[in-house]
Structures are given as C-alpha cells and as structure tokens.
C-alpha cells in the first residue's frame, strides 16, 4: 500500500469537518482533486481521550491555539462521528481515495476493522501507549506512527512492540509537534537518521506552513507525507490555522511527486546525445597526408563527433595518414 518508490500523500481531515457532515464531504471532494492519495481520519470519543474534571489536569488551557477550552470539550468539538464512518469511507474510495484512520481506544480500532480499513495511524500523543499499539499491531495492517511526542527510547519500544506481533511493515513519521511548526523547528536529518536506526520506511507529519518542509522531507528520503486539510481557513474548525487549503494542498502534492521524481537513481550514465555534446578533437584547417599535427591544425571543440581531448597531447607532432578537410573529427584511423 505504501510504496517506498513513490510518494504516499495523507490528507488529515482531522476536526475540520465542523461537526457537518456535508461539509465533511466536501472537503473529501476537494482532497481527491488535490492529487492526495489517502484522506485520514481520526476515531474517537472525548472520553478515550481525557476526563471530564476541572482541575489543573483536565482544566481550560492557559495559552496555546485552543487557549481556554478544555481538553475535554475539544475532543467533544472535535470528535468524528462513528456513525458517518462508514459512509465517508465508501465516499472517498468511490473517489479513488484510500480512507483510514487514527483509533485512540480498543473500541476504535474493533469498529474500524468492522470497516475493514487498510492501514493505521498512532499519533504522536499516542507513541507511548504501549498496550494501544500492541493490539493496532495485532491486526496485521500497515503501521503508521508520529513520532513528535517521542524520545529515542521510545521509538524503540513502539516498534519493538509492533516486531512483537509479528508486524513488521512500519512507516515513522518524523513530527512536529506544534501547531503551527516552523521550518526552523522540523530537524528533518532526523528523517535519513529513523531510517538507519529502525530499518523502517520514512516520513513526515507536517504542521508547518507552505510545501518547502515536505520537500526537504521527500529529499532526504520520506516517502509518506501527512498534512492537514482544510476548505478554508476562514471559516474556521479546530485544526484550520495549520491546515492547507486546496490550491496549496496541490501545489504541494506535484512538489512532493516532483521531488521525488528528481531523486531519481545514482547514475553517472551518459546519452549518446549527451556526449556529442561535449568536446573532442577536430580538424582545425585543411591538411595534407604526411602533415604533422600541431596545434595550429588540430583544436578541442565541440562537439563530441572526433577523438577524446585526453589524447590532444599524445597526438601531437603525429601525421596524417590522408588529406583531411577542416571540420573532420579526428579518429586513430586518420593518423600514421
């Protein structure tokens, strides 16, 4: 499903549904035409995530996007109804997308593989919780996880835990963790780095604005790149003011299938075409046979038709073995 040879494209269509599920729809339309190969959700309830408790744990936020809503009440606005799962799943694939998402509870995951989705993703927030991706491993689907929220141990331990249940197809997402993210904030040399430490594909979720951070990613080798999506900012929705809007979202995609296309293989391989191009060894002026080569009759020009430059002052104080027309590329033949 995720082939490393090519670029994996996730559109995240996270809160930004609004609680409408037309809209939800909408956006879903706009992602296919986007060129993103896969729209992600995320399945939850309020309560797999937090509690409902006003204290210092569980209080308004004092600063931040979502400055003075709880988490519980963010989660609440923010949750995907499970009932418009199903749905949204056969809309997107009607439109050639792939549908998944990220489960946050036993409960999601056993509904989404009633839906038999594909693959899974473990956010950021969710990399240490080890029984919740040892049982998402357990299913035998393609991993996905973000890393953002993670230590270098505990990378470890989540794909030590996925190894465990015999799943070994893992992508990590090398995550930024602020929303929005900066570029001076990505670190992408992590990327190359994940890669050599765990032996599992790569990628990037990205919060930043614009496409020069998933570039560099696809750059250094990701070949999964995640950013959210959204119809327009303006109208707002939990995630807005760090997701892209669909002429950025396809700007994005044909830069990311560009770069990668540009990657290309380790080739040091000339065309023919190319090499005529280069420089050689001409006639410079008209010669007779028996004639010595000197550098006022012989010359290095281009193009690459006569003999290699290497051999210009091997040739020289030679003859000719004819008479020779200014304009004829030189060859061993043409020496005595």
């Not at 331990?157 to 197809?169: F, Q, S």
């Not at 959210?228 to 700007?251: T, W, Y």
Request: glycine share 6%; charged share 25%; net charge negative.
């Amino acid at each position: 499903m995720i082939n490393p040879e090519k670029v994996f494209v996730i559109a995240e269509l996270s809160a930004n549904h609004n609680n409408d599920l037309n809209l939800a729809k909408k956006t879903i339309d706009a992602i296919a035409e986007s060129g993103a190969d896969a729209v992600k959700v995320q399945t939850y309830t309020a309560d797999s995530l937090t509690l409902n408790v006003d204290n210092e744990h569980f209080g308004p936020r004092k600063d931040g996007l979502w400055k003075g809503k709880t988490l519980y009440e963010l989660f609440t606005e923010g949750s995907l109804p499970y009932e418009w799962h199903p749905e949204l799943k056969k809309y997107s694939e009607s439109l050639g997308l792939i549908f998944f998402s990220s489960p946050f509870d036993r409960e999601g995951v056993d509904f989404l593989e009633l839906l038999n989705v594909g693959l899974y993703k473990i956010a950021s927030p969710e990399i240490t919780d080890i029984p919740l991706i040892s049982y998402v491993a357990s299913k035998g689907k393609p991993m996905i996880m973000s890393t953002g929220l993670a230590s270098l141990a505990d990378i470890q331990l989540a794909v030590d835990t996925c190894r465990k249940e015999g799943n070994n197809d893992i992508t990590l997402l090398k995550c930024t963790s602020e929303y929005p993210a900066t570029p001076d904030m990505a670190n992408l040399l992590t990327i190359p780095n994940l890669k050599e430490t765990f032996n599992v594909k790569v990628g990037l979720s990205d919060h930043s604005f614009g496409s020069t951070v998933p570039v560099v990613a696809v750059s250094l080798g990701a070949t999964v790149v995640e950013k959210h999506f959204v119809l327009n900012r303006e109208k707002g929705g939990i995630d807005a003011a760090f997701s892209m809007e669909p002429h950025e979202f396809k700007h994005m995609v044909s830069s990311v299938k560009d770069a990668k296309d540009a990657l290309g293989s380790v080739s040091y391989n000339l065309t023919d075409r190319n090499k005529n191009r280069r420089r050689s060894i001409f006639i410079y002026k008209d010669v007779k046979k028996n004639d010595k080569i000197s550098i006022e009759n012989v010359k290095c020009i281009r193009p690459g038709n006569g003999l290699h430059p290497m051999y210009y002052n091997e040739i020289i104080n030679k003859k000719f073995s004819q008479d020779l027309k200014a304009g004829t590329p030189l060859s061993w033949e043409l020496l005595c």
